[in-house]
């Protein structure tokens, strides 16, 4: 059986400052990865920073245009071997702790590990530590109704499980990633660390285009079990796109962005 890496993906496009960081964070490290670099812009600086880590790290560098960052992230799969495990940390993402390569080898080496996950740190932008969501024990249940949301880049998947569902699925701009990881679910039941290895930076896609996303995320769950879920949650699939709209316009409120919230909205409609 070939070797199996675990190798490290970064997807950047236009973002030097995100790289230098997301790189930087990978030199720090105690142990050494393989790290391959997915540059889809044109910005002369982001090359610059690609071109410099590349060789401090001895990264596998790839600079050519997409169609978005799951485009940049399928084209990533198709350079390494499906033995490999592939841990995508996009730029501005970074490793939480010197050991974080060394303990995520560690958990995802058995020879029949698929794919895994653990706890991530949730950062503002302005360095403020959000949460840390708690994300075990895994329930199948859980992830499909974003109870317990996973962040792809606590995720450790084997290339061979990434290829066997299709990677992702350029349809959903924002949540192919949940898609997948859903779609993993069905081959394996998921390996779970309870260590923060990663600090994500909020202010993503995902954040600034929320009700994009909640939408996304209720057009999966009609693909991928309408008709199969549990008769006692059935109601929930249809109620699905009314309760992340509601959720969406509370978190607007809170942030300032917009007067009301949903609770204000429906008590002057029905009032």
Known sequence: MPESRLVIVTVVKNDADGLEQTCASIASQDSAVAHLIVNGGVDTATGDVARKWAAVLGSQLVTEADSGPYDAMNKALNL???????????????LAMSTSVSIADQRTSAPDFVWGYGAVKVIEKTGKLRHIPQQAPYSALNHAYSRTPICHQACVVRV???????????????????????????????????????EYRA???????????????????????????????????????????????????RTGLIASDWRSYRANRTG
């Open 160 to 198: 061979k499980a990434m290829l066997d569902v299709g990677a992702f699925d350029s349809r959903y701009r924002i949540a192919s990633d949940y898609r997948t990881l859903l779609l993993l679910s069905r081959l394996s039941a998921p390996v779970v660390w309870t260590e923060a290895l990663v």
């Open 80 to 94: 390494l071997q499906p033995s490999d495990r592939v841990w995508y940390l996009n730029a501005g993402d970074v």
């Open 203 to 253: 202010g993503g896609m995902s954040d600034r285009l929320l009700l994009r996303s909640q939408w996304e995320q209720f057009e999966i769950r009609r693909e991928l079990f309408d008709g199969q879920l549990p008769r006692s949650l059935a109601h929930l699939a249809k109620a699905d796109a009314r309760i992340t709209v509601g959720r969406g316009i509370d978190l607007l409120a």
